[in-house]
């Protein structure tokens, strides 16, 4: 398994690995923080657009956040709206 971050394309280097690597991530979860800087509508967008172009690679590919585990103290609730959100996808 590889976990890139969100400023890869997954589409695109899925090109380059060979499919008994799958690829898991990629939805920008260092923003999940904030409402105003990534709202619940929007992370439901990019995980559906990341789903469907992962889907047309034929690629093994898991729907995740980066890497990273991200903690802003007052902010976890929003945090795991969005985690929610995009795990219903």
């Not at 439901?44 to 585990?69: N, Q, Y």
Request: net charge neutral; glycine share 6%.
């Amino acid at each position: 398994m590889l976990s890139l971050g969100s400023s890869r394309q997954l589409w695109e280097d899925a090109k380059l690995l060979p499919d008994s690597i799958v690829l898991f991530g990629n939805l920008p979860s260092k923003k999940f923080y904030s409402d105003e800087v990534m709202p619940v509508r929007e992370v439901e967008a990019m995980g559906r657009d990341l789903l469907s172009k992962m889907k047309a690679t034929g690629h093994p590919f898991i729907l995740g956040s980066e890497c990273d585990v991200l903690n802003v103290p007052g902010s976890e609730k929003t945090i795991r709206d969005k985690v929610a959100a995009f795990m219903k996808l």
